[in-house]
């Protein structure tokens, strides 16, 4: 027992012998300074990734399909697909029929961005994979019409679904809400959050410039009310169109 004993002092004197290092400066422990425009850059790079491989993976459907007119459905899964990996996972990427509590309906929408935490759908499809559910427009952020190539017509056919879905009634939203039936503060003035909407096309018609689609996009555009305006026109490898308005209040 007394060998153990010694044995263990030995130990902790051979121990206490060695040189300690210095403590760290700490002071110099700092986050670096460019690691907001590393992140920018970074997901600007994804975003491009993700734009090379939507086209690709287009291509190959449209040229894999015996039925060119059927690719259309094909394009709008890919899209999808790779726009819910750009999304945070609260952000449901999916496709539907979008109606109000009136039962008015903006019909079926190639994309629609969905609180599926706070709202069930009002019919759930056939199967995990159907295409046909209905969606309230409360739990609606956006929806996006896709298009393999755009020209005029098609245009206006996808400018009409948005401005219908715009028009479907749907009640405010508090400014000072942050769960689905809690509130802070007692103010009672209310906003609805603004919808999102656009066009997203693969490419243009042979026939179709795009500054005259621009142009016909922003005259449709002022014609309609601040509210039912289509918020974006996307065309891959030609432009993207987009406004916003200022918000007196916040300053924004």
Same mark, same amino acid.
């Given at each position: 027992?007394?060998?153990?004993?010694?044995?263990?002092?030995?130990?902790?004197?051979?121990?206490?012998?060695?040189?300690?290092?210095?403590?760290?400066?700490?002071?110099?422990?700092?986050?670096?300074?460019?690691?907001?425009?590393?992140?920018?850059?970074?997901?600007?790079?994804?975003?491009?990734? &993700?734009?090379?491989?939507? @086209?690709? +993976?287009?291509?190959?459907? $449209?040229?894999?399909?015996?039925?060119?007119?059927? !690719? *259309?459905?094909?394009?709008?899964?890919?899209?999808?697909?790779?726009?819910?990996?750009?999304?945070?996972?609260?952000?449901?990427?999916?496709?539907?029929?979008?109606?109000?509590?009136?039962?008015?309906?903006?019909?079926?929408?190639?994309?629609?961005?969905?609180?599926?935490?706070?709202?069930?759908?009002?019919?759930?499809?056939?199967?995990?994979?159907?295409?046909?559910?209905?969606?309230?427009?409360?739990?609606?952020?956006?929806?996006?019409?896709?298009?393999?190539?755009?020209?005029?017509?098609?245009?206006?056919?996808?400018?009409?679904?948005? &401005?219908?879905?715009?028009? @479907?009634? +749907?009640?405010?939203?508090? $400014?000072?809400?942050?769960?689905?039936?809690?509130? !802070? *503060?007692?103010?009672?003035?209310?906003?609805?959050?603004?919808?999102?909407?656009?066009?997203?096309?693969?490419?243009?018609?042979?026939?179709?410039?795009?500054?005259?689609?621009?142009?016909?996009?922003?005259?449709?555009?002022?014609?309609?009310?601040?509210?039912?305006?289509?918020?974006?026109?996307?065309?891959?490898?030609?432009?993207?169109?987009?406004?916003?308005?200022?918000?007196?209040?916040?300053?924004?």
């Amino acid at each position: 027992m007394s060998e153990a004993i010694v044995t263990s002092r030995n130990t902790r004197s051979k121990k206490s012998s060695k040189a300690v290092p210095e403590l760290p400066d700490v002071s110099s422990w700092q986050p670096r300074r460019d690691a907001i425009a590393d992140l920018e850059v970074s997901y600007r790079r994804r975003c491009q990734f &993700v734009e090379k491989k939507l @086209l690709l +993976r287009a291509d190959e459907e $449209r040229a894999a399909n015996i039925d060119s007119f059927d !690719s *259309g459905i094909g394009v709008e899964e890919i899209f999808r697909d790779e726009l819910a990996n750009l999304l945070p996972a609260r952000y449901e990427v999916t496709t539907g029929v979008v109606s109000d509590r009136f039962g008015a309906t903006a019909g079926h929408c190639d994309c629609v961005i969905f609180n599926n935490f706070w709202f069930p759908v009002i019919k759930a499809g056939a199967t995990a994979q159907s295409r046909r559910k209905h969606l309230p427009v409360e739990g609606a952020y956006g929806v996006i019409e896709v298009k393999q190539s755009l020209d005029l017509k098609t245009l206006d056919d996808a400018m009409e679904k948005l &401005v219908i879905f715009q028009r @479907l009634h +749907r009640p405010p939203v508090s $400014r000072n809400r942050y769960v689905e039936n809690r509130e !802070s *503060g007692s103010c009672t003035h209310a906003i609805s959050n603004p919808l999102y909407s656009a066009v997203f096309a693969l490419g243009l018609d042979s026939k179709t410039d795009f500054q005259e689609l621009l142009q016909r996009f922003v005259e449709i555009n002022k014609m309609l009310k601040r509210r039912e305006m289509v918020t974006s026109l996307v065309v891959l490898g030609h432009g993207l169109a987009s406004w916003a308005y200022e918000d007196e209040e916040e300053g924004l």
